[in-house]
């Protein structure tokens, strides 16, 4: 085998495991941002709702989820029992002040990353969908790096 060859071998071959203690933290915390990103997705959307109309209720949340009623009527249930929403007979679904303040920082997340993706040239609808599901997973430092990006491409 030529040493060309060898080289071209060498850059195909996968990259070299990483230690199994950063292994297990990538899962970890992977398997932390799919539990939260149903929560951070409902307290997001009843604040929409309750921003735009003064009302969230189970049939609008159902339909703007793509989900059942019965399915939200669930993980409304969940949401009350862990102190983020009350609910009130004939009323719908109102934030604590702990929702509100996971809904607010779920919806910047989401501006910021949304933001980010503008400036590298994703079209809008692209990004908004994308960013979707990219906020719950970014990191802290990723994130500030997205704002460190996205002001110095505005300057």
Do not use: C, W
């Not at 009130?88 to 993706?117: D, M, N, W």
């Not at 040239?121 to 970014?138: K, M, Q, Y």
Request: proline residues 3%; neutral net charge.
């Amino acid at each position: 085998m030529t040493n060309k060859a060898k080289a071209k071998s060498a850059e195909d071959a996968a990259p070299p495991l990483i230690a199994a203690e950063d292994h297990v933290e990538s899962f970890r915390q992977a398997r932390e941002a799919r539990r939260t990103e149903l929560t951070e997705d409902y307290v997001e959307l009843i604040a929409d709702l309750l921003d735009d109309s003064g009302e969230a209720r189970q049939v609008d949340i159902a339909a703007r989820l793509g989900v059942a009623q019965p399915t939200v009527a669930k993980m409304l249930k969940r949401l009350a029992d862990s102190g983020f929403i009350v609910q009130k007979p004939y009323r719908g679904v109102f934030l604590t002040q702990t929702g509100r303040e996971l809904a607010e920082e779920s919806r910047a997340r989401h501006q910021i990353v949304e933001g980010f993706l503008r400036a590298l040239g994703v079209s809008p609808d692209t990004a908004r969908l994308d960013a979707e599901g990219i906020e719950h997973r970014v990191s802290a430092e990723t994130l500030r790096a997205f704002e460190r990006f996205t002001r110095a491409k505005r300057a």
